[in-house]
């Protein structure tokens, strides 16, 4: 077999080494480097002495990052692959046999790239990522207020649906101060907590100890401090996805996406669909896709893989908001959402949801079109024969003797 590539070179990437092994007509050979930016300068120069055309690597952990970026400007071809695709065959195992064979696979163009997004992209990546770890921190220190209200037998949270509100966080530094005039402290509530006077005062009555009163004085600043930081990585946000803007409006059009589930979406995924031949890769590569378990002709269960855990989440949040915006608005996955439930159970349901909205969101972005909402009854109206037929059998089963007729 004739190689496709005469000079390659593959690197073995740890967080305190890097072995590099090169294969080229006038031999091969293989160095070890340190991860330090010098080292990892150096490593590119020997690449660039040596003549090589592509670097292939493995895409393992955060430690392929910062070399990728040092090689990125280079006149190199580089690509991130897969662990599990290169896998040796069980045997003898170290650094150097791993780099030798991973450049073996190269130089005869048997390793599949993965999908790495552009620089741009990349940085906006950490930006959204890092906003949504610091709203779920945030949700934590509210049930941690939660949890010390109830040690002290306050039951703020059964009167106010948001207990650090404008209300509920004014209430609570009342608290926190040592003030124990419960009805003085309701007269701090706000717009539609004001008729609620009566049972805020009722539920403010407990036993706030100094620890309690100490913690939630820790906590509530912890919370100010995280949403000043939430405005500020809003703003850079909005400021980075200004070029995407026609992209966010498209997909903020879809029911259940919001604005920060669109800039999330498409910080995974990019505007451009190009670089995914199918929506079916799409799905693929996202992991919102049922798995293949078949064997002796029956299939079984099994899971979806691991796949992009910021974008799986977002989309199971932006199907839930869906359903939820459903209860004003009837729409089309939140239907297909209740109907898989039933059968499938809601966590499957969600997944099912969120496989069909990708696909949606992915011919939206290629196509350039605005979302059209098909309707709550839009399976039963292409399915009416079989709505109808199981209505029947259904009710044949309780006892009744079943004619159907066409209006």
Not at 48 to 55: A, L, Q
Not at 174 to 202: C, F, W
Not at 337 to 351: E, F, I, N, S, T
């Amino acid at each position: 077999m004739k190689p496709l590539h005469e000079r390659c070179c593959a690197l073995d990437v740890h967080k305190k080494m890097v072995v590099a092994a090169v294969i080229t007509p006038e031999g091969n050979e293989t160095r070890t480097f340190g991860t330090m930016t010098n080292e990892l300068l150096l490593m590119a120069d020997w690449f660039t002495k040596r003549n090589v055309t592509h670097i292939a690597m493995e895409s393992s952990g955060v430690y392929w990052k910062p070399i990728f970026n040092l090689l990125e400007g280079r006149e190199f071809e580089l690509m991130v692959v897969n662990a599990r695709h290169v896998k040796a065959v069980p045997g003898r195992k170290t650094d150097v046999k791993d780099a030798e064979w991973l450049a073996e696979l190269l130089s005869f163009g048997l390793l599949k790239p993965s999908f790495v997004p552009s620089r741009e992209q990349r940085e906006l990546r950490e930006l959204t990522r890092y906003r949504k770890t610091l709203i779920e921190e945030r949700a934590r220190v509210v049930t941690r207020i939660q949890k010390v209200l109830e040690g002290a037998n306050i039951k703020l949270g059964d009167v106010a649906t948001n207990v650090v509100g404008m209300s509920g966080r004014a209430m609570l530094r009342q608290l926190a101060a040592g003030n124990t005039d419960v009805h003085a402290i309701a007269e701090l509530a706000m717009s539609n907590m004001r008729p609620k006077r009566q049972q805020l005062a009722e539920s403010l009555v407990g036993s706030v100890g100094p620890h309690q009163r100490f913690l939630l004085n820790s906590q509530l600043d912890l919370i100010e401090a995280m949403e000043a930081q939430l405005e500020a990585l809003d703003a850079e946000v909005v400021q980075r996805m200004r070029p995407f803007q026609a992209a966010v409006d498209l997909i903020d059009g879809i029911p259940g996406v919001g604005r920060q589930s669109a800039e999330q979406i498409l910080a995974e995924i990019g505007s451009d669909m190009t670089r995914f031949p199918t929506a079916a890769h799409l799905a693929s590569w996202a992991r919102v896709c049922p798995g293949t378990n078949e064997s002796g002709g029956r299939r079984h269960n099994t899971s979806t893989g691991k796949g992009n855990p910021w974008l799986r989440s977002t989309l199971i949040e932006t199907v839930l908001g869906a359903v939820r915006a459903s209860r004003a608005k009837p729409n089309f996955f939140a239907a297909r959402y209740k109907r898989l439930a039933v059968r499938r159970g809601p966590k499957r349901a969600a997944m099912a949801v969120a496989h069909t909205m990708l696909i949606a969101m992915y011919n939206i972005l290629r196509n350039g079109v605005h979302y059209e909402e098909l309707g709550a009854n839009h399976w039963d109206e292409h399915h009416r024969e079989t709505v109808a037929l199981r209505s029947v059998k259904r009710l044949e089963q309780l006892g009744y003797r079943v004619t159907i007729e066409a209006a």
